[in-house]
T-cell receptor
Framework: NAGVMQNPRHLVRRRGQEARLRCSPM?????VYWYRQLPEEGLKFMVY????????ESGMPKERFSAEFPKEGPSILRIQQVVRGDSAAYFC???????????FGQGTRLTVV | RKEVEQDPGPFNVPEGATVAFNCTYS??????FFWYRQDCRKEPKLLMS???SGNEDGRFTAQLNRASQYISLLIRDSKLSDSATYLC???????????FGTGTRLTIIP
């Protein structure tokens, strides 16, 4: 059973471009969470999704950021018109319906130049 | 006031020693508590959940004091492989919307 898979591992974007980060949860996991870790800071919750539903997006910036978890395929975190301040490590985690333990992917390190 | 406060360290501890970390939290509605470890530039990994009765897993012991709103982690007989950043984590329910501390950096010295 593969772990939580995130891709790409590293992503470089110029200011104003779009960034798409993908997360495939562990098999059997229906809950997906996205977190952001700025340099020298703790992880900050962004959004919690279940299949085709956004459950809690209270940590998402109001503009430029969106997330989805379609019926088929990975969860996508999309950042439009990236700015330097978006440079961070973005971690995805998944948990089973019983919500026992959340497993984290290896993260996507986004660098905006 | 931060939701979760941890001493950032670094703690430089000789191999074989015992080391303890504390963490305080401000949200009295928090229900679930965890310690995670994060190696440099890697993902966080669950070390152990923390219960009011206290719990032990090998060399690791975690305690929760709800009245004083703090959590502790004790590592006995420390190994070089224990070198990492230890994250205090809590939530209002299960694994939903985890709140992370900024972590305590531990280095075990041979």
């Amino acid at each position: 059973n593969a772990g939580v898979m995130q891709n790409p591992r590293h992503l470089v974007r110029r200011r104003g471009q779009e960034a798409r980060l993908r997360c495939s949860p562990m098999k059997g996991h229906s809950h997906v969470y996205w977190y952001r870790q700025l340099p020298e800071e703790g992880l900050k919750f962004m959004v919690y999704l279940q299949k085709e539903n956004i459950i809690d997006e209270s940590g998402m910036p109001k503009e430029r950021f969106s997330a989805e978890f379609p019926k088929e395929g990975p969860s996508i975190l999309r950042i439009q018109q990236v700015v330097r301040g978006d440079s961070a490590a973005y971690f995805c985690a998944s948990s089973p319906p019983s919500n026992t333990e959340a497993f984290f992917g290896q993260g996507t390190r986004l660098t905006v130049v | 006031r931060k939701e979760v406060e941890q001493d950032p360290g670094p703690f430089n501890v000789p191999e074989g020693a015992t080391v303890a970390f504390n963490c305080t939290y401000s949200n009295s509605a928090s229900q679930s508590f965890f310690w995670y470890r994060q190696d440099c530039r890697k993902e966080p990994k669950l070390l152990m959940s923390v219960y009011s009765s206290g719990n032990e897993d090998g060399r690791f012991t975690a305690q929760l004091n709800r009245a004083s709103q703090y959590i502790s982690l004790l590592i006995r007989d420390s190994k070089l492989s224990d070198s990492a950043t230890y994250l205090c984590v809590l939530s209002n329910f299960g694994n939903e919307k985890l709140t992370f501390g900024t972590g305590t950096r531990l280095t075990i010295i041979p």
